[in-house]
């Protein structure tokens, strides 16, 4: 059955791939194509801020929210909103204009070029193509990200620090930066190695494997992340003894939530900012709770926030995005073998006829994910779309955990989620007046605004579902 099903799928592939067959032959401006569509995201990304901008002058909050922000706070909220929103424009068309310098200039040639001289000094040669590319990777990862350091100081140290979030020092700052470049080649060279090694193996017919290779890595990270990387930047401790360790565990137990750890976590180290999350294989979960949350909330209204997050659990959020991450996968995957041997793809993008003349698959896949530019811009929007939707559920299932569970205790769980709900923005500065188009293409949750609305309703819906219990029971 699986060689059956691997022959359709190969048979589907082929049919795409021959549809794309013009890509390995026909000369095509793919480099001013590309321009293009990065510089049509680009300014559409600049258009929804200017969108956004003016919202940032009103002297208001929405009237929802007029009782939970006092005027020093909203106008605190609305100076840090505009200036992010200053330097996310800056920066946004400072970041093309590096990007589109680099790509008229031929940085990923020239960066081909120096992987090859870097493995020449360890004594190997073009023969060890997979050597080669590992080099010329983190050549062009490192190059590249040289400009956006002083955007990285700027946000961190004058940006976070003028409206009170920042706790990072320099030296943390460059020790972070150096770990972090440190982990990507610990973990990007044998995956890379990995990635690249499937291709040589599999051939054309390398999606099933690629793509069962890149779940693994993916379910791996997911155990690896928080265990060994976070440690690295961050103290997790088991959350101590007292009412919200106990709130806590009780919810787990009643919901059946396999709950192995619980941690504080000390975020205060780098940022004021708060969260709560929780991570981990289906059969042993891990809760990490900002001590910033913890000093800000109330225990009640931390076991609100984590009821919310359990509903992603208990819906099965975390396993529905990666199915649908899958699906993204499999799309870009199977468009790919066109661009895989494809001459003039590479030619088009300052590569020498005898690289171009033999692809090298890292070469062709990093072009061919740029070539993607506008479809994925699509695709954010769509995974913000069905995001926001998750959040509406998750919440709603923290409004009826009091049915589900029969416990009165539990019946003001959405008034306190709504608390804990205001409380992070407000001790976040976090902006309450959105526009629906900015808010579509870059956030993956409901505004504040919206999410207190539905949360009244769900209230109300539960009220009414006991009072018709109630009278059903008479």
């Known amino acids: 059955m699986l060689q059956t099903a691997l022959g359709l799928l190969n048979a589907g592939l082929d049919a795409i791939q021959a549809r794309l067959a013009w890509v390995t032959t026909d000369p095509f401006d793919w480099k001013f194509y590309l321009q293009v569509c990065s510089w049509t995201v680009c300014l559409f990304e600049s258009y929804l801020l200017l969108r956004q901008f003016p919202l940032y002058s009103k002297t208001e909050p929405p009237p929802v929210l007029a009782e939970h922000f ?120 044998p995956f890379l190695a990995g990635f690249l090694s499937i291709f040589k193996w599999a051939g054309d017919r390398f999606v099933p494997w690629l793509m069962a290779f890149l779940l693994i890595f993916q379910l791996s990270m997911v155990v690896l992340y928080p265990t060994v990387i976070q440690p690295l930047f961050n103290k997790l401790s088991p959350l101590p003894e007292g009412d919200l360790r106990s709130r806590i565990e009780s919810l787990a137990t009643k919901l059946d939530f396999p709950l192995k750890h619980l941690y504080e976590i000390d975020g205060s180290k780098r940022s004021s900012h708060s969260n709560a999350y929780f991570f981990g294989l289906p059969w042993s979960k891990h809760i990490v709770i900002f001590d910033t949350l913890i000093k800000q909330s109330k225990p009640e209204e931390v076991e609100a926030v984590l009821a919310h997050e359990l509903g992603h659990w208990y819906f099965k959020h975390p396993t529905k995005l990666l199915l649908l991450s899958q699906v993204h996968i499999f799309t870009i995957l199977a468009l790919f ?19 171009a003349a033999k692809p090298p698959t890292i070469v062709a896949f990093l072009l061919y994910q740029m070539l993607l530019t506008p479809l994925e811009a699509v695709v954010s929007i769509a995974m913000n779309a069905v995001s926001r939707r998750f959040e509406y559920q998750a919440d709603r299932f923290a409004c009826e955990l009091q049915t589900m569970l029969k416990e009165e205790k539990m019946a003001d769980m959405g008034d306190r989620l709504g608390r804990a709900l205001v409380t992070l923005h407000v001790e976040n500065l976090s902006t309450v007046w959105v526009d629906w188009l900015y808010s579509a293409y870059h956030h993956s949750h409901p505004t504040l605004t919206e999410r207190l609305r539905a949360l009244e309703g769900y209230k109300g819906a539960v009220a009414a579902a006991k009072s018709e219990a109630a009278k059903k029971e008479l």
């Open 337 to 355: 073998p066109a661009f895989l041997r494809a001459p003039p793809l590479l030619r088009a993008f300052d590569f020498p006829p005898s690289v």
């Open 70 to 189: 006092k005027p020093e706070t909203f106008q605190k909220s609305q100076a840090y909103g505009k200036d992010k929103a200053k330097f996310s424009l800056v920066s946004g068309l400072y970041k093309q204009v590096v990007d589109s310098a680099f790509l008229h200039y031929g940085l990923m040639a020239w960066s081909w070029k120096v992987g090859g001289k870097i493995i020449a000094l360890l004594g190997y040669g073009p023969e060890y193509e997979i050597l080669q590319s590992i080099a010329f990777a983190f050549t062009l990862f490192f190059v590249s990200s040289l400009p956006s350091l002083p955007l990285s100081v700027y946000q961190t140290f004058v940006l976070e620090e003028k409206h009170g979030f920042n706790k990072t020092t320099p030296a943390l700052f460059v020790t972070d930066l150096i770990k972090s470049w440190a982990i990507g080649f610990v973990i990007g060279a």
